[in-house]
């Protein structure tokens, strides 16, 4: 009898631990199903809150897996988790309750960390006290046209001067749009091979006469940085010289989103090309 109730015990433990076992899977497949599908993601993608040290971990990370560093920047986006293995098991969950989705999302990551090779202002080999800061500006409140969001990061000069900082191209691409914008003053927009839109503005002039379709290397020099904008063609001196860098991804429904770029600035500033000017 004593045999008959032990046997009945364990089987009741295991079914016990089965079933938690069970619920906490499907809790956290639960969890993950509503961070791919509703509004969480895209402002997790948005935001981009990835420190330089975490994207150079999750690139050595696919190296032995079967996971691209897309995919572990979408699973740390989404967790807040950083190690391998623990990003392992929430990837499998979200390649096998929602793979498409998932695809999808990791492909809007590589749009935006694939195609990058330098920071857009290069240090002067001439001077070393010509430099230039930058802090995570994005979505702050402006007025200009109406009260809006940030959609970017500026870039100051040390040196208020316009005309005098080198832009480079970050990226590899081709030229979407230049000229002139109400908001933004001289701009040009670079799309990249991977699918992202960069988008560099308050240029003080062009380093060529670019145009759209223009194909433009990483590295290459755009313009110099100005302080033009807000007004009439030709408008300068509304504020600081400085570089608005905005960085824009589409989503599966064609949605233009913008991304911080401050996070991207903040890795590429290890990747700085040096340029003769004073």
Same mark, same amino acid.
């Given at each position: 009898?004593?045999?008959?109730?032990?046997?009945?015990?364990?089987?009741?433990? *295991?079914?016990?631990?089965?079933?938690?076992?069970?619920?906490? #899977?499907?809790?956290?497949?639960?969890?993950?199903?509503?961070?791919?599908?509703?509004?969480?993601?895209? &402002?997790?993608?948005?935001?981009?809150?990835?420190?330089? &040290?975490?994207?150079?971990?999750?690139?050595?990370?696919?190296?032995? $897996?079967?996971?691209? #560093?897309?995919?572990?920047?979408?699973?740390?986006?989404?967790?807040?988790?950083?190690?391998?293995?623990?990003?392992? $098991?929430?990837?499998?969950?979200?390649?096998?309750?929602? *793979?498409?989705?998932?695809?999808?999302?990791?492909?809007?990551?590589?749009?935006?960390?694939?195609?990058? &090779?330098?920071?857009?202002?290069?240090?002067?080999?001439?001077?070393?006290?010509?430099?230039?800061?930058?802090?995570?500006?994005?979505?702050?409140?402006?007025?200009?046209?109406?009260? #809006?969001?940030?959609?970017?990061?500026?870039?100051?000069?040390?040196?208020?001067?316009?005309?005098?900082?080198?832009?480079?191209?970050?990226?590899?691409?081709?030229?979407?749009?230049?000229?002139?914008?109400?908001?933004?003053?001289?701009?040009?927009?670079? #799309?990249? /091979? $991977?699918?992202?839109?960069?988008?560099?503005?308050?240029?003080?002039?062009? *380093?060529?006469?670019?145009?759209?379709?223009?194909?433009?290397? *990483?590295?290459?020099?755009?313009?110099?940085?100005?302080? $033009?904008?807000?007004?009439?063609?030709?408008?300068?001196?509304?504020?600081?010289?400085?570089?608005?860098?905005?960085?824009?991804?589409?989503?599966?429904?064609?949605?233009?989103?913008?991304?911080? /770029?401050?996070?991207?600035?903040?890795?590429? &500033?290890?990747?700085?090309?040096?340029?003769?000017?004073?």
């Amino acid at each position: 009898m004593k045999k008959q109730v032990w046997v009945w015990l364990l089987a009741l433990t *295991a079914a016990v631990c089965f079933a938690t076992t069970l619920i906490g #899977r499907l809790q956290k497949v639960a969890k993950a199903t509503h961070l791919l599908v509703g509004e969480d993601t895209k &402002e997790l993608l948005r935001q981009q809150e990835v420190p330089a &040290e975490l994207y150079e971990s999750f690139c050595s990370y696919e190296k032995d $897996s079967g996971y691209s #560093r897309y995919d572990y920047l979408l699973g740390y986006l989404c967790t807040e988790k950083d190690g391998q293995k623990e990003l392992d $098991s929430y990837l499998e969950l979200l390649y096998g309750y929602q *793979a498409s989705r998932t695809r999808e999302l990791a492909k809007a990551e590589q749009a935006v960390w694939e195609d990058l &090779e330098y920071f857009p202002i290069p240090l002067s080999k001439a001077d070393s006290s010509i430099v230039v800061s930058f802090e995570n500006s994005w979505m702050f409140d402006r007025s200009f046209g109406g009260n #809006r969001g940030h959609e970017g990061t500026d870039i100051m000069a040390s040196f208020n001067a316009r005309g005098h900082y080198p832009v480079l191209s970050i990226t590899d691409g081709t030229v979407e749009k230049v000229g002139w914008l109400k908001l933004g003053g001289y701009r040009i927009g670079i #799309r990249s /091979p $991977s699918g992202g839109y960069f988008y560099y503005a308050h240029l003080n002039d062009y *380093a060529r006469e670019f145009k759209e379709g223009d194909v433009v290397k *990483a590295g290459e020099l755009l313009g110099f940085m100005g302080d $033009s904008g807000y007004g009439a063609e030709g408008t300068t001196g509304k504020f600081a010289v400085h570089l608005h860098l905005g960085i824009y991804i589409n989503d599966e429904t064609g949605e233009e989103l913008s991304v911080n /770029p401050y996070w991207i600035l903040k890795w590429l &500033e290890k990747k700085r090309l040096h340029y003769q000017f004073t």
